[in-house]
Structure formats: C-alpha cells, structure tokens
C-alpha cells in the first residue's frame, strides 16, 4: 500500500519535472534493478540516461520536421557509381558535418536528375542530426517567401530567421528567373551569411549562367564571389538518374512481352 502510494507521488513529482520517459520507465526499471541487487546510483543512472536519449532523439525529430524536407531521402538509398564524377568521399566527408563548424558553403552543380536534391536533402538531414538548425527551401519559393515579407513590412523578421539557422538550402537555383527585385532579395540573404553562417546551393546552371537568374553582371559576380569562397563544389555529370531507371522498366517490360 506504502509502495502504491510513493509511486503515485513518484509520478507526480516526475510529470511535474516534465519528465515522460522516466515517468513511463521507472517502475520496471526498479523492479531490475532490485532483482539485480543494483546500487542505487546505477539505478539512477540508466533511469536519467533514457530520458536523455528519449530527449535527443525528439530534437533531432524536431529539427527535421522544422527544416521543411519535401521527402527523407539518405544516402543508404544513394548510388554513388551511377554518378562517377561526384567525389563520394569528400560528400561522405560533408556528411560528417566539419564544413558547417567551418561556415564554409557547397555547391552541387549539375544537369537535372542526377541526384542533386537526393544528396542535398542527405546532407541536410545528416546536419539535423547533428544539432544544426537546418531549412530546406527551392530557390523560387524563398523569393517569393522574401517578396511577400516584404510587401507585408515583415521581411526583417525573415531575415531574422534564416540567420538564426545554421544550414540554409537553397535547391533548385536556375529553373526559375526572378525580377530584379527578387534577385536582389535572394543576394542580400546569401550575401549576409557569408563567413557567418552555412549555405548549400544546388543548381543545373554553371556558374558562367548565373547571371541569367541575377539579372546583371555585377551583383552575380559580387554573389559568386562570396559563395564560392570556402566553397566544396561537386560536379554532377552524366545521365539523368531517373531516365535511367524508367528506361530500365520500359526494356524489362518489353523483354517479359516477348518471353
Ligand atoms: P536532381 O535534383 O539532380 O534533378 P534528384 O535528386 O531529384 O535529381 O533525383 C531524381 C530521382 O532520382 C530522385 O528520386 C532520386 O532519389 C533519384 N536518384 C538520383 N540519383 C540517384 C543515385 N545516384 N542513386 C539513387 N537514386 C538517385
Ligand atoms: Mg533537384
């Protein structure tokens, strides 16, 4: 009866300390521990240790929620022989996460389907996991976020927000060109985080094209210049991926009509 109620007040005590997991584990954890005859130090210990990889595990879920993937893909999926001109060791190198410490920047430049925004989101993903505030936007979506912010008089605001975050991923620069006003928008926001803060640039123009998106010779050089200093550039040559692979299925479809 004694031992009913103290775990009644344990539970209260514990959800009052906003403690879930150990809330949820204490009771089995005490009955091992009192058949292993553990000390109550160690029953302690592995207690709080579950909490904080429970507590761990839900940031890194947060973090990946926040940063706006528009799907999870990682590099288990990736096949890094279909694209032989990209350096896998120096992207597996970025995936360890020195580069972000370094606030230097990377650029993937290539044609379309040949993994750039797989390998942007895996480097992404892999940065959230390591306790990095991270956001995943297309280029054209972020100039229209910046527009409307500022036409709204809420673009400081919005500027205060991508500078809080560690990554920035700005994928598809190229596919869209923006007014002059948007391209300028999109330069301040690169151009502020120069040496502070970390940007990831996809693109399936070389940098020679970049004006055709920046409109002008000037701001895209100033840009290029800021970006591609400390910059890890990967060429992405070859085939499209995607065209690969339905190709695939069409032949083996037509192999299994004439079988
Ligand atoms: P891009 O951004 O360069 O246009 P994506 O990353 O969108 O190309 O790739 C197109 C599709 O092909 C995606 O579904 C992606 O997961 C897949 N893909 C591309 N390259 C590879 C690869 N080397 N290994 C596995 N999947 C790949
Ligand atoms: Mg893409």
Same mark, same amino acid.
């Given at each position: 009866m004694a031992d009913n109620n103290n775990h009644l007040l344990l539970r209260a005590n514990l959800k009052q300390l906003k403690l879930p997991t150990m809330t949820a584990e204490f009771e089995k954890l005490a009955r091992e521990a009192a058949a292993a005859n553990e000390a109550y130090e160690q029953y302690l210990l592995r207690l709080t240790e579950l909490e904080v990889a429970a507590r761990s595990a839900n940031a890194v879920q947060t973090r990946i929620r926040n940063a706006g993937f528009p799907i999870l893909k990682d590099f +288990? %999926?990736? +096949?890094f022989s279909a694209v032989p001109s990209l350096n896998k060791p120096k992207v597996l190198e970025l995936a360890r996460g020195e580069w972000i410490n370094e606030r230097s920047n990377a650029c993937l430049i290539g044609a379309? @389907? %040949? @993994?750039k925004t797989h390998v942007a989101i895996a480097l992404g993903l892999a940065a959230c996991r390591q306790g990095k505030r991270v956001r995943f936007v297309t280029a054209g979506a972020l100039v229209t976020l910046l527009e409307e912010a500022q036409k709204r008089y809420t673009l400081d605001r919005l500027l205060g927000q991508l500078d809080r975050l560690d990554l920035l991923v700005c994928n598809e620069l190229g596919y869209l060109s923006f007014s002059r006003g948007g391209a300028e928008l999109l330069f301040q926001v690169f151009a502020d985080r120069y040496e502070r803060r970390n940007l990831l640039v996809t693109s399936n123009l070389a940098f020679s094209e970049w004006n055709q998106v920046f409109q002008g010779e000037r701001m895209t050089a100033a840009l290029l210049d800021r970006l591609t200093h400390r910059c890890h550039i990967f060429e992405m040559n070859g085939e499209s991926y995607r065209f690969r692979e339905s190709m695939k299925t069409k032949k083996s479809r037509k192999a299994e009509e004439k079988s």
């Open positions: +288990d %999926t990736f +096949d379309p @389907g %040949t @993994g």
